[in-house]
């Protein structure tokens, strides 16, 4: 777990560098060129900064362990902050879609110095390659939703900045196709970005967890010999650790001291086959429960 928590920092604190990086890079090319279409990028370069901030305070915050005002841990600030980060993307994509669409119905002066242009933009697209390589990584070791969100974020940067790129050149012989470029990157972006609000609304509704894992759950404790059955069955996910909550049925003949510790066997198997976890179980007699809910 302490080793999850470095790579997501790590993580999180690079993609602030790489965005204070190309932020500055883009102003002077801004400054040098005149570049409506740099100006898009830096705007979205601003908006990828104030969200990869918004993801190194709720990550480290996330990282706190559980205390006694807030007892199921901080996990959920990474949903927030994944969530936010959304937010930005689509207001920074509406932002774009306005500045084409200007573009695209007035004439564009030619550019200076566009070479400087071409320069940081091809700069803005090597750095944003090695961020997302080393965010790809950090995900598949730590499956952080909030370096999900920000991977996001940057895997659109780079087609923003090739697209920007080819713009800056072809713009010179085909007045508008800057314009078109940014309006095509742009529904790519707005569709990119609904699976990550789709997740992060499910993580801070309490959804439960996938179909699959919940059938491993109940294959799991029924497979005890000991357990007659199962209802009650409620999940939900915090950050990386998945919260469960279950009603056992037993024998009715059991002693208390029986009961209790067959309720801690089944939670070391269940916390076993999903680290990181944490389960709580009732003790029900079989068949005396009037109205168990399904665990469908």
């Excluded at 801004?30 to 900064?49: E, K, W």
């Excluded at 499910?202 to 209802?231: A, F, V, Y």
């Excluded at 076993?272 to 009037?290: K, L, M, R, V």
Aim: proline letters at 3%; hydrophobic letters at 45%.
């Amino acid at each position: 777990m302490q080793s999850r928590n470095k790579l997501v920092q790590h993580a999180s604190r690079a993609s602030v560098f790489v965005a204070l990086t190309l932020t500055a890079l883009k102003i002077y090319a801004v400054y040098a060129t005149q570049s409506l279409s740099i100006l898009s990028s830096l705007l979205d370069s601003f908006m990828d900064l104030l969200a990869s901030l918004g993801t190194l305070v709720a990550v480290t915050f996330a990282n706190r362990p559980a205390d006694k005002k807030f007892r199921f841990g901080y996990g959920k600030l990474e949903a927030i902050a994944a969530l936010s980060q959304s937010i930005l993307i689509i207001v920074s994509v509406l932002l774009l879609i306005a500045e084409a669409l200007q573009q695209f119905f007035k004439h564009k002066q030619q550019l200076e110095h566009p070479g400087i242009g071409i320069i940081v933009m091809c700069i803005s697209i090597a750095l944003t390659l090695c961020l997302t390589l080393f965010q790809q990584h950090v995900i598949k070791h730590t499956n952080s939703i909030a370096i999900k969100a920000d991977a996001l974020h940057y895997k659109t940067d780079i087609a923003v900045n090739i697209a920007v790129l080819i713009s800056l050149y072809l713009s010179q012989f085909y007045p508008g196709i800057d314009s078109i470029s940014c309006l095509m990157i742009s529904i790519y972006i707005i569709w990119a970005t609904k699976d990550i609000i789709k997740e992060s609304l499910g993580i801070l509704l309490d959804k439960e967890i996938n179909h699959s894992d919940r059938e491993k759950i109940i294959n799991l404790i029924t497979s005890h010999p000991k357990i007659l059955g199962l209802h009650n069955l409620r999940t939900r996910t915090s950050g990386k650790r998945v919260f469960i909550e279950v009603h056992l049925e037993m024998n009715p003949n059991l002693t208390l001291i029986e009961a209790h510790t067959l309720s801690h066997e089944i939670k070391d198997l269940v916390e076993a086959n999903f680290p990181g976890s944490e389960i709580i179980t009732h003790q029900d007699p079989a068949g005396h429960d009037p109205e168990p809910e399904d665990t469908d």
